[in-house]
């Protein structure tokens, strides 16, 4: 899986390919849910052998351009070029299915997800991003294993669009 040292490499490409194509971005931030509690109950190689099946998983569940990093910890990012926010929010929920529907050595694990996506042809990393992170933080509100999206695309300031959270089917 791809880290954050890629992704810096990869967000100048993303930017430029979206203003030449007129198409959005967008960005899939996910968290799996109660991780310290299989680190601290079962062991840190479980948490390790947890880490390797969902990265297999997410993976395996994305078309060929899509990319996945791991930001740290048990934190994913998915990068899905010329997609969307609904488009984002279905991949995100077949994400989610992926690794909650069956066990991970021997465990249940759960993962939430925020969504956002540029507007076409507009998209600037910091801005999606920071959507697709309040909408993860909502995810957790409303009780984790769900996929929450921020409403709007989201433009650069100047474009006076804001975000806000609109459920989806957890």
Same mark, same amino acid.
């Given at each position: 899986?791809?880290?954050?040292?890629?992704?810096?490499?990869?967000?100048?490409?993303?930017?430029?390919?979206?203003?030449?194509?007129?198409?959005?971005?967008?960005?899939?931030?996910?968290?799996?849910?109660?991780?310290?509690?299989?680190?601290? #109950?079962?062991?840190?190689?479980? #948490?390790?052998?947890?880490?390797?099946?969902?990265? %297999?998983?997410? @993976?395996?569940?994305?078309?060929?351009?899509?990319?996945?990093?791991?930001?740290?910890?048990?934190?994913?990012?998915?990068?899905?070029?010329?997609? #969307?926010?609904?488009?984002?929010?279905?991949?995100?929920?077949?994400?989610?299915?992926?690794?909650?529907?069956?066990?991970?050595?021997?465990?249940?694990?759960?993962?939430?997800?925020?969504?956002?996506?540029?507007?076409?042809?507009?998209?600037? %990393?910091?801005?999606?991003?920071?959507?697709?992170?309040?909408?993860?933080? @909502?995810?957790?509100?409303? #009780?984790?294993?769900?996929?929450?999206?921020?409403?709007?695309?989201?433009?650069?300031?100047?474009?006076?669009?804001?975000?806000?959270?609109?459920?989806?089917?957890?």
């Amino acid at each position: 899986m791809l880290n954050r040292n890629a992704l810096h490499t990869r967000v100048a490409e993303l930017t430029q390919q979206a203003a030449i194509l007129r198409e959005p971005v967008a960005l899939i931030v996910g968290d799996l849910d109660n991780f310290k509690t299989i680190n601290d #109950g079962h062991g840190h190689a479980a #948490g390790d052998a947890v880490l390797k099946d969902v990265a %297999y998983r997410l @993976r395996k569940s994305l078309r060929a351009y899509d990319l996945a990093y791991r930001l740290g910890g048990e934190e994913f990012l998915v990068v899905l070029p010329g997609a #969307g926010a609904e488009q984002a929010a279905e991949v995100a929920e077949t994400l989610r299915r992926s690794i909650s529907d069956e066990p991970i050595a021997g465990l249940l694990v759960t993962i939430s997800f925020g969504v956002s996506a540029s507007a076409p042809g507009e998209f600037q %990393y910091d801005d999606v991003f920071s959507g697709a992170d309040l909408a993860l933080y @909502r995810s957790k509100q409303d #009780g984790r294993n769900r996929v929450r999206v921020s409403a709007a695309p989201q433009l650069t300031p100047a474009s006076g669009a804001t975000s806000t959270e609109i459920p989806l089917a957890a």
